[in-house]
């Protein structure tokens, strides 16, 4: 699949999030006003952070999806990862809002406090089934396109039916005869929205600092070259994660009698073969050593 493909789907789920959430997070914000309902008012401007992100998410994509210039000449795929790091940053200070809230309503004593109406659990649980929907729409573009930016906002979803359920647990228990529990549900989506803008922070740190690929790429990518006719040896792999693609640095060992073009031959397969088979590899160097070589030199 070509980049242009890669951004029009991205672009797509994108544009089905901004308008879901619009909706959503007015339906919420109206139903936790007119039910009294702190948990669901936080879960609403949860949804509108949802907006905001998807924004950055839309940003990081157009960039990173622009072809190599001469001042990246080795792509803009990293713009994904600052998308990223921005989302959850957004994140973090959302959760920070909504628990302050939380914390600022049980503070103030029972004046602050008041039971919310049915409408406000009709709306929790709306909102979890639409979420989670949402979460695994956007999660299996991501999967599709190998988004981080994309992946980091499907999260952001589940974090906000996570949020929902919260709501849902709280408004019952104050309907129940506990109000307090209302501003409590309020405290606990601040913890799940933490800990998605934790996870999604992670991530794209370990996207922008040249991590490897993990263990079972890289025993694939063993296979494959070793197939290859006239490879007698993998001296050295090495492999970098750049945005939502990696680079890949080969070593093998060869015979050592052969031309400098049956040489050449033989790295352009292992060159093409893993380009093919490995559709998230953006670039594959091939080292040819002459067989015994590589291991006087580190004798």
Known sequence: MDVKENKRIAMHISNVSIVVNVILSALKM???VIA??????SDAVHSLSDVLSTFVVMIGIHISSKESDASHQYGHERFECVASIILATMLGITGAGIGYSGIKTIMGGSAEIKTPGMLALIAAIVSIIVKEAMFWYT????????????MADAWHHRSDAMSSVGSLIGIGAARLGYPIFDPIASIVICLFIFKAAYDIYKDAINKMVD?????????KLREVIEEQDGVMGIDAIRTRIFGSKYYVDVEISADGSQSLREAHEIAERIHDKIEEQFADAKHVMVHVNPYGDHELKNA
């Open 211 to 219: 991590s490897s690929v993990d263990e079972e790429t890289l025993e």
């Open 30 to 32: 109206l139903a936790g």
């Open 36 to 41: 009294h309902s702190s948990a669901m008012v």
């Open 139 to 150: 999660k299996a573009g991501a999967d599709k396109i190998n988004s981080g930016a994309l």
